[in-house]
């Protein structure tokens, strides 16, 4: 049994401890806004929040993360995720959109970390994070309008 703590609920699943989070959270548990990718960590399709922190959950077993708070795509709701999320629309950010909910997950890990990041900061945290349709300005542009939006409202809470 893996219990795990997944948007603000706890979750006792009978599954192997070894099965890829990724795996858990859209085959059992049914939140498949993370998506799967490449399954070796090199898109970042699937990145999701494991205590604040962006994490690859398709090669993130489950045992590794049970008492941890885990955070997917469908419950970002910080004002840094909310202004994120208004500036990929603001930007137009998603062509496919395959790729958006690790893109945007890390791009909120990117400025709670760092709330005014310049073009290389914004490159190195998402250079591993692959876009099929190339929307990379676009996303450079969305994360500069969120650090603004931020700023604006007083940094970031």
């Given amino acids: 049994m893996v219990t795990l703590f997944v948007n603000g609920e706890s979750h006792s ?27 070796i960590a090199v898109c970042g399709a699937c990145v999701v929040h494991v205590n604040d922190k962006p994490v690859r959950a398709c090669i993130t077993p489950v045992d590794s993360v049970q008492g941890k708070a885990i955070t997917t795509i469908e419950k970002v709701s910080s004002p840094v995720a909310k202004a994120v999320q208004n500036a990929w629309e603001e930007h137009d950010v998603v062509q496919c959109g395959y790729c958006q909910s690790g893109q945007i997950m890390s791009a909120i890990a990117l400025l709670e970390n760092n709330p005014q990041p ?30 603004r939006t931020l700023a604006d409202q007083g940094g970031v809470a």
């Fill in 118 to 147: 310049d073009d290389a900061a914004i490159n190195d945290a998402m250079r591993d994070n692959l876009c099929r349709c190339h929307t990379y300005v676009r996303i450079r542009q969305a994360i500069h309008s969120a650090a």
């Fill in 13 to 39: 699943l009978d599954i192997e401890p070894d099965m890829p989070l990724l795996w858990a959270l859209r085959d059992i548990l049914g939140l498949t806004g993370t998506k799967y990718g490449c399954g």
